[in-house]
């Protein structure tokens, strides 16, 4: 594929003007789609997610020789600051924090490759289409990882937790008040659910106001996880965040025990003897933030065995070592750039739209600054092709409901201009910038997050792009922002932030319920409108068990964003996973990875590149 010539040329005038100023050089199908239900209330394991022939990496690797016994597995968590350290999942909202709590999960249910809650897991899972009733029962003899008993208490807690009047969190939301009962709990109208009821010791009820074929991907207000009770019971809800049985001791379900926490910088795990699938073969864990602009060289000592969110502008670094293996599949992901045209009324729990009192609420000028941005350039020269430009806010993994056909905003500049032109956003005093539709001077301000050194590239190229159809925007802060302080302007409706750079890891659930609803605080560019509320609740309602009509109402949600532009679709991307060869046997696959417990190692130490 030709490069962009014109995106090189403005990258390297770029570097040197840089290198000028600071004397450093910078281096750079609707047939198969949704379960239906068996008169046992089982979905059929037809949901099929899509499975792409995986012609760029391997999905698992096998490395010969003997497995010692125990051992320590290091693994090394790619970021430029310190981790959160919120680790319970009703209070975590970031990825960093997920992937650190998945070595000691909460998680009750077990998926399939296609992404549909099996009867595999820690629970169990009966759904009754007709009564809108899902029934739950636990596994007997399940321990957390202190050697108490889980109890069917520590299910029904995380409800009690996410639905109560204190809980800050972003969970309880449009389809958490799926439940019955769960507004009257949160409005302090009730002191418990009264949807949810426990049976007895090891089984419990939810009663929905309506179900649809989400339930079976852990949707429609279904919650996952379990939690200590014996542990957080006691613990009123407004000071979880700071407790120490979330900060410093999670008790846990997973392979894995958290044995020292140093804050922002690295997790120490030991194993779980109490683990229900049987007792972990590695000693225990210890994931580390690494900052990006050191990782290929600690990949190439051979320091780690596994490494989390590498990111493809590393690959030229790490892609001739003989010690690693690099593995990689189709994320659940999209990045995406957010118009702000309103705020969140937290009294209300609900989003509430200003297009016409929003700098951004012209429609023409969002879908112009869509088709100004030079996305395929981008994925092209820094991500080597390991991104791609984003068509559609449901990522073609989820194959069923991805819109294919849409062609989403490509890099065409001169309908940017003309998009522009007949918005009325003229350049009225021959600076070269545009106007407002007034007359008035236009400056428009991006959030973006910091990165490694080509993220400042690729925004600056961005911004460049927009300057290049006479839009002035600058970055908010006047800098990119680290990842913990972004999300939080973002959320907090920051007015010096008219627009923002993010990135979804959607789960394994492709519903926009809980993103993009009226009463989500997700829902960050806060815009709604009857017609993406009523699609949403179609999408998600009794009559989507009709694989036809989900699928209708799936594409109805595409072509609506792609026309009011408040979201663009930026890259979809691939997980790189690079792997010591020292590790035994590892697998990424959606459908077959490898447990966490069953993990073996075959040297005392990760094996070190050999350089030649």
């Known amino acids: 594929m030709k490069k962009h010539s014109r995106f090189v040329f403005f990258i390297l005038s770029l570097l040197l003007v840089l290198a000028g100023c600071n004397g450093t050089t910078l281096t750079a199908e609707v047939d198969e789609m949704v379960p239906v239900v068996k008169e046992n209330n089982e979905p059929l394991k037809n949901a099929k997610a899509e499975k792409e022939e995986n012609t760029l990496f391997d999905l698992s690797v096998s490395n010969e020789g003997t497995p010692i016994k125990g051992g320590m597995l290091k693994v090394a968590l790619v970021k430029d600051e310190p981790f959160k350290g919120v680790f319970l999942a009703e209070l975590n909202e970031d990825g960093f924090d997920s992937d650190i709590m998945s070595f000691a999960s909460n998680s009750i249910f077990e998926v399939s490759g296609d992404f549909l809650i099996t009867n595999d897991g820690i629970a169990s899972m009966v759904v009754d289409q007709v009564n809108n009733k899902v029934t739950i029962k636990i596994r007997e003899e399940v321990k957390w990882s202190d050697g108490e008993p889980l109890k069917i208490e520590d299910l029904i807690l995380p409800y009690e937790i996410i639905g109560h009047q204190d809980y800050t969190g972003v969970r309880y939301n449009s389809a958490f008040k799926n439940i019955v009962g769960a507004e009257d709990y949160h ?7 009264s949807g949810i009821k426990k049976i007895d010791e090891h089984t419990m009820e939810i009663h929905f106001h309506q179900l649809s074929p989400a339930i079976f991907s852990g949707g429609d207000g279904l919650w996952t996880y379990a939690v200590p009770s014996h542990q957080i019971g006691d613990i009123p809800v407004k000071d979880l965040m700071e407790s120490d049985a979330v900060r410093k001791n999670p008790v846990t379900l997973g ?60 690959m030229p670094e790490i892609k001739d070592y003989e010690n690693i293996t690099v593995l990689g599949r189709s994320e659940l992901y999209y990045s995406y750039l957010g118009f702000k045209v309103g705020t ?50 449901i990522p073609p993994i989820f194959s069923s409901f991805h819109d294919s056909s849409l062609r989403g905003y490509y890099y065409n500049p001169k309908k940017a201009n003309a998009l522009l032109d007949s918005a009325g956003y003229i350049d009225v005093d021959g600076d070269g910038m545009r106007e407002d539709r007034e007359g008035n001077q236009l ?34 802060t ?14 907090a409706d920051d007015p010096e932030i008219d627009m923002f750079m993010g990135a979804w890891g959607t789960g394994t659930n492709p519903s926009p319920a809980g993103l993009y609803g009226a009463s989500d605080p997700y829902n960050l560019t806060r815009f709604t409108s009857e017609f993406l509320e009523n699609t949403i609740k179609n999408i998600d309602s009794p009559q989507a068990f009709n694989p036809v009509y989900r699928a209708q109402q799936f594409g109805a949600f595409q072509e609506y964003m792609e026309d ?3 979201v663009i679709p930026m ?9 010591n060869k020292r590790v035994k046997n590892y697998s990424i696959d959606y459908g077959n990875g490898t447990g966490l417990h069953e993990i073996e190692l075959i040297s005392e130490k990760p094996i070190a590149h050999k350089k030649k």
């Not at 209300?348 to 429609?363: A, F, I, Q």
């Not at 100004?372 to 994925?379: K, M, Q």
């Not at 006047?478 to 959320?491: A, P």
């Not at 890259?571 to 792997?579: A, G, T």
């Open 443 to 476: 400056e428009i301000k991006l959030a973006a997050m910091s990165g490694d050194t080509t993220q400042e590239d690729i925004i600056s190229y961005y911004l460049q792009n927009w300057r290049d159809v006479g839009l002035n925007v600058t970055l908010s």
């Open 344 to 393: 969140f009324d937290s009294t209300k729990n609900s989003v509430v739209t200003d297009l016409e009192g929003s700098k951004m609420g012209d429609k023409r000028l969002r879908q112009a600054m869509a088709y100004a941005l030079d996305i395929e350039g981008v994925s092209e020269v820094f991500y080597d092709n390991l991104r791609e430009r984003a068509n559609s806010l």
């Open 478 to 491: 006047d800098r990119l922002i680290e990842f913990n302080s972004f999300y939080e302007k973002i959320e």
């Open 255 to 314: 392979p894995f025990k958290f044995d020292k926490i140093v804050p922002g910088e690295s997790v120490q795990f030991v194993k779980n003897e109490h683990y229900w699938k049987g007792e972990p073969k590695l000693d225990g864990v210890i994931v580390q933030v690494v900052p990006s602009s050191t990782i290929s060289v600690a990949i190439g000592s051979g320091e780690f065995d596994i490494v989390f969110h590498f990111n493809a502008t590393k």
């Open 564 to 566: 009011m532009a408040v």
């Open 187 to 193: 409005d302090g109208l009730a002191d418990k659910i």
């Open 571 to 579: 890259q979809f991307r691939y997980e790189i996973v690079p792997v």
